[in-house]
């Protein structure tokens, strides 16, 4: 719903009132902190009482639980979350008084105007990690960014961080071309891959929407582009403005050599042009987090910064949150959640998974949306066959109803000797029945079913 013809820019000054909807959320909580360091007035409204609204409340910010017209008080515009439709009362009611209503994206669009450097890392997998990757290095440069990322890092104990260099980096979502609202001075492009088909029409739209997203860096920016993926250079292809790449399995402009396992970890040295930048040695694991890594450091070098720090920021990173995240052990077997929810996402989890050396690798996969699983079906057939023993919870709904009318025991049935579960308390007892010495037991999806592992934990 857009009731405003007035650029979010212009409201983004001291002394505005800003109600927030969904205040509390993973990337409105910091977006409610830069704008209250930018001097404006922030309240917001959130449906349930959490520790990050009350970390809003400990910085004097007024949270409203629950939603109502009457908590937009006198505030000046309003900021939603792509999850709150225009029925929401506080939507609602601001349309009918005149007040101007923003997406989330415009707003952190318009933030990033005010930083010399905006870092923004996209794709369709891979996003969180990078984002993460980026973090730990610009720290270990004394860099001080504001950083937005889609999950929690350890380092910072959350999502985000606000700082007061000038570098400012963000994870950034097709989805719905909610990226298009940034302005990016480095843009970073992993993988384009068929995704999110409940809005884009094909590949070929997703490519296009990528296209767009590139054409947004200014001449003197940066376009930073993985070699190795056919979505991402098509997504390129026939842009005036420079591309630097990075691969391992095509010619780059980044690459690694000398790649050596270390404990099976990764580990090797970084080229760029030809030269040494850096030597790497991850605590994380796959060709792709290798891959994530060449991303990270080409962020760094267009940026300036001296590979010392990647060197620094990367051997001091060991994951985000939920992404092949050690949770615990259970009659010998080690239990690791991912929030892998694509096929693309699957295989470079399973693939790594195979080659740890555990005797079985144990998945208990829960599908995210009904529309992904229909439109993707055959491939996460083909992925989840990797695993040696595959448990199915049903289909997260998320944003979704089942006009489909499609389970995943569909799934299950094309699956030999997978197992179906209708709940989560189902996949937790086929775990505690199937966990035994040796077993990696991985939790797999963007949903919920992390739950079923820590259940499984608590159990033990």
């Given amino acids: 719903m857009m009731n405003n013809s007035t650029p979010i820019r212009d409201y983004l000054v001291p002394g505005k009132r800003v109600h927030l909807v969904g205040i509390g959320g993973v990337s409105m909580c910091p977006l409610a902190e830069v704008l209250r360091g930018m001097g404006l007035t922030v309240q917001g409204s959130d449906m349930t009482d959490s520790d990050t609204v009350k970390h809003l409340r400990s910085l004097g910010i007024h949270v409203s639980i629950g939603h109502s017209a009457e908590n937009l008080g006198d505030c000046d515009f309003v900021v939603r979350t792509a999850a709150v439709h225009d029925e929401n009362p506080e939507i609602s009611g601001a349309v009918a008084r005149g007040i101007p209503v923003y997406e989330r994206a415009q707003a952190w669009g318009a933030i990033m105007q005010h930083y010399p450097n905006a870092l923004c890392v996209s794709g369709t997998h891979g996003k969180t990690t990078t984002t993460s990757m980026c973090t730990h290095i610009f720290m270990a440069a004394q860099a001080d960014p504001t950083v937005m990322i889609g999950g929690t890092l350890p380092l910072l104990h959350s999502g985000y961080r606000v700082g007061r260099g000038d570098t400012i980096i963000l994870e950034s ?242 699956i030999p000797g997978a197992v179906y579960c209708s709940t989560l308390d189902k996949v937790t007892a086929q775990l505690k029945a199937l966990a035994q010495p040796g077993d990696l037991i991985l939790t797999v999806g963007a949903g919920d079913i992390y739950r079923a592992g820590e259940k499984l934990l608590q159990e033990g």
Wanted: negative net charge; contains cysteine.
């Fill in 173 to 414: 979502c097709e989805y719905c071309n909610s990226f298009l609202c940034f302005f990016p001075t480095v843009a970073v492009i992993l993988n384009v891959e068929a995704d999110h088909l409940d809005f884009f029409k094909d590949l070929e739209d997703i490519e296009h929407s990528f296209h767009t997203f590139a054409q947004l860096v200014p001449a003197g920016g940066h376009i930073i582009v993985n070699a190795d993926n056919t979505g991402a250079m098509e997504s390129v292809a026939g842009l005036e403005h420079p591309v630097f790449t990075f691969g391992l399995d095509h010619p780059a402009d980044c690459t690694a050599v000398n790649l050596t396992n270390v404990d099976t970890a990764p580990a090797f040295d970084i080229l760029i042009h030809g030269e040494l930048y850096a030597h790497v040695n991850l605590h994380v694991f796959g060709h792709h987090n290798v891959l994530n890594a060449l991303a990270a450091a080409s962020s760094a070098y267009v940026l300036g910064l001296p590979g010392k720090a990647v060197e620094e920021g990367l051997a001091s990173f060991t994951g985000a949150g939920r992404r092949f995240e050690y949770k615990g052990e259970y009659n010998g077997a080690k239990v690791y959640d991912d929030y892998a929810h694509h096929p693309d996402e699957l295989h470079a989890l399973l693939t790594t998974a195979r080659d740890m050396g555990y005797q079985r690798v144990v998945v208990a996969f829960q599908p995210h949306t009904y529309s992904r699983t229909a439109k993707l079906f055959d491939r996460f057939v083909e992925e989840l066959k990797l695993a040696d023993v595959t448990i199915l919870a049903e289909i997260y709904a998320a944003r979704e109803q089942n006009t489909l009318g499609i389970s995943s025991a569909d799934l299950c049935r094309k």
